[in-house]
């Protein structure tokens, strides 16, 4: 069936896999490695490319093609690349693209190990990056060089929530001959389609709102156009870091529902948000659906929703935020995000650790700053579980400075 007519939440359940010659409805699991040739002459025929079929799963594999058709069709690209994990859809994109000498503009917040890939292992290969603010498109024409190759930008980023325009910036690497990577993990498909924008290549963490259950770690990237497809499936084939039939069962299955997980968890972020905001312990608030966000208006342009990821200042900074995240019960005090569980995490300390803090702040955050990744529990609950742990905080910073020292 083709699907190029049908609507996200109808591709989500159709797109990349009809029912096979068993009448299997749901996608088969493939488990394994190789595949019998017919004869030899279909051997060297599937070897010269001279025709269509599967030979090793490194190369491809039924199951693995069917998450990475979905995802392909959900992003409007030519051709989906699964991989073993998001970094190693990171890795894909820089070893395909850079060289000794090449230079990379990049999203100063970008997610913590996508930096430090670049600046601890590209970086010894003679691969130049720059990290700006790229929620100001002018920063990114500022930093251009004449041998940036690729300018990889994440919006929204993580965890500051910063929006990047990604046609104008788009506009402003092509002019120059340079690639747009956008990593579009934090708004899903479902709310963001950077290659109708312009990018020419789009990557996710698999493991977080594609796939949606927090069981499963991968990553997929999607290509424009046949040329950038066959490149970054060569890189992926030869490094080794494709998915595994299994994996990608699970992601296809976790798929299927990511329109209607996406607007529960918004639904309930936006009204999480609101009451944020009106808490006497929060300093600020920052999520993209509320009118005071920097990019609001650019976000309603771009996106087709706000998605569910909150961060928030609390007063009492570094040690209110502790008491915080140790006093939670419906959340749960972890990494990762886009499942269906609220989980909470204090970037400084967890996921942003690494960063120093001037890095920290100029990737637009504090050492206060919470991450609330919303989940789709009862709206009510995760309030009530909020303020519960919020009076924990406020009981802590009313306390006198000094114990008193007691009676004789
Ligand atoms: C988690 C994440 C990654 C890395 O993905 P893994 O699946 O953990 O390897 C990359 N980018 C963003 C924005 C992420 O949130």
Redesign the pocket.
């Known amino acids: 069936m083709d699907t190029k007519h049908l609507g996200i939440n109808s591709k989500l359940i159709h797109a990349g896999y009809k029912p096979d010659a068993t009448g299997s409805v749901s996608v088969p699991i493939y488990q394994t490695s190789t595949f019998a040739f017919k004869n030899a002459a279909h051997g060297a025929a599937l070897f010269a490319g001279e025709e269509d079929g599967y030979i090793y799963t490194r190369i491809g594999n039924p199951t693995i093609k069917a998450l990475e058709e979905n995802v392909a069709s959900l992003e409007n690209g030519c051709g989906g690349i699964a991989t073993s994990?998001?970094?190693?859809a990171?890795c894909t994109v820089y070893l395909a693209f850079l060289e000794s000498g090449a230079h990379v503009v990049s999203t100063a917040s970008v997610?913590g190990?996508?930096r430090g890939l670049m600046e601890k292992e590209f970086a010894r290969f003679g691969v130049q990056s720059t990290y700006v603010d790229t929620s100001d498109a002018e920063n990114v024409r500022h930093a251009m060089k004449p041998n940036t190759r690729l300018v990889y930008i994440?919006s929204p980023a993580?965890p500051s929530m910063q929006v990047s325009d990604i046609a104008a910036i788009a506009t402003i690497a092509h002019a120059q001959g340079a690639l747009v990577v956008v990593?579009n993990?934090?708004a899903s498909p479902y709310l963001q389609r950077p290659l109708d924008l312009g990018a020419d290549v789009v990557l996710h963490?698999?493991?977080?709102f594609i796939n949606g259950h927090a069981d499963v770690?991968?990553?997929i990237l999607v290509a424009k156009d046949p040329a950038l497809y066959k490149r970054l499936r060569s890189v992926m084939i030869s490094s080794g870091c494709n998915m595994d039939p299994h994996q990608a069962f699970l992601v296809v299955r976790g798929l299927k529902t990511l329109g209607i997980r996406v607007e529960r968890a918004q639904q309930n972020a936006m009204e999480i948000a609101r009451w944020l905001e009106e808490q006497p312990e929060v300093a600020m608030v920052r999520y993209i659906g509320l009118e005071s966000h920097p990019q609001h208006e650019l976000a309603k342009r771009q996106m087709n929703g706000y998605g569910s990821m909150i961060s928030f200042e609390l007063k009492g900074g570094f040690e209110a935020g502790r008491t915080l995240m140790d006093n939670v019960r419906v959340a749960t005090l972890a990494v990762?995000?886009g499942g269906v569980e609220t989980l909470i995490e204090h970037p400084a300390s967890m996921t942003h650790a690494s960063m120093s803090p001037e890095a920290r702040r100029a990737a637009g955050f504090t050492d206060g700053l919470v991450r609330y990744a919303v989940g789709i529990e009862d709206v009510e609950d995760l309030i009530a579980d909020l303020r519960q742990a919020l009076d924990f905080v406020s009981a802590k910073s009313n306390k006198p400075k000094h114990e008193p020292v007691g009676t004789l």
């Open positions: 994990s998001g970094m190693s990171v997610y190990p996508t994440e993580n990593d993990t934090f963490s698999v493991t977080k770690v991968g990553g990762s995000l």
